[in-house]
């Protein structure tokens, strides 16, 4: 069981937005640490979405956006494209590992 | 540019230790600020974080592993090792060293560049 929980599943039609939640705890999210965001393609590694909420690295589309709620992060997914179906996952730090912690991971399904 | 590349075994028996080496380019692991941290998912399953060495050779572990894993950086080489000992089945999975995002200046760690991975299968 992860440590940040997200929904396994979401799903949209192209052209519309999702959102994929990641919910914490006083350990990580609660404690002032950021949430960063990654999306994992089919077959490949990891991908830098987002960092600390809401920043895109160099060459990350606008589409993509990240907001903060209490113990719990949101990734928000605009203008949906086929090239967009992928698993993404939230990761955090947290102080009783004293390291990273990631959470499950949500596999988002363009209809 | 920066890359890194893992390298290792793709079978290991039960009970054997693995060694696994990331080798990187276009950055130094003796520059303040710069991490190098390892990761697994098992077939599947979700990302695990497995540990991080720093530039001043701090060093974390993943409570769950960290009696068995040791994790070492050579600046000269441009790698860092990662060892498990006493594998399982279980830590059958993909293998990835990644880049820390030298510009986050947050609490914690955020991992900017990923190496393509390497698979590791354990088993008899």
């Known amino acids: 069981q992860s440590v940040l929980t997200q929904p396994p599943s979401v799903s949209g039609a192209p052209g519309q937005r999702v959102t994929i939640s990641c919910t914490g705890s006083?350990?990580?999210?609660?404690?002032?640490?950021?949430v960063h965001w990654y999306q994992q393609l089919p077959g490949t590694a990891p991908k830098l979405l987002l960092y600390?909420?809401?920043n895109r690295p160099s060459g990350v589309t606008d589409r993509f956006s990240g907001s903060k709620s209490g113990t719990s992060a949101s990734l928000a997914i605009t203008g949906l494209q086929a090239e967009d179906e992928a698993d993404y996952y939230c990761?955090?730090?947290?102080?009783?590992?004293?390291?990273?912690?990631f959470g499950g991971g949500t596999k988002l399904t363009v209809l | 540019q920066i890359t890194l590349k893992e390298s290792g075994p793709t079978l290991v028996k039960p009970t054997q230790t693995l060694t696994l080496t990331c080798t990187f380019s276009?950055?130094?692991?003796?520059?303040?600020?710069?991490?190098v941290g390892w990761f697994r998912q098992p077939p599947g399953k979700a990302l695990e974080w497995l540990a991080l060495?720093?530039?001043?050779?701090?060093?974390r572990y993943s409570p769950s592993l960290k009696t068995r894993l040791t994790i070492t950086k050579d600046t000269s080489r441009n790698q860092v090792v990662l060892s498990m000992t006493n594998v399982d089945p279980v830590d059958t999975a993909r293998y990835y060293c990644?880049?820390?995002?030298?510009?986050?200046?947050?609490?914690?760690?955020?991992?900017?560049?990923w190496g393509q991975g390497t698979t590791v299968t354990v088993s008899s």
């Open positions: 276009g950055f130094s692991l003796g520059t303040r600020g710069v991490g």
């Open positions: 600390a909420y809401t």
């Open positions: 990761q955090s730090y947290d102080r009783r590992v004293s390291g990273s912690v």
């Open positions: 990644a880049h820390r995002h030298a510009g986050y200046s947050g609490a914690g760690d955020a991992f900017d560049i």
């Open positions: 006083s350990s990580n999210i609660g404690a002032g640490y950021d």
């Open positions: 060495v720093y530039w001043d050779d701090d060093k």
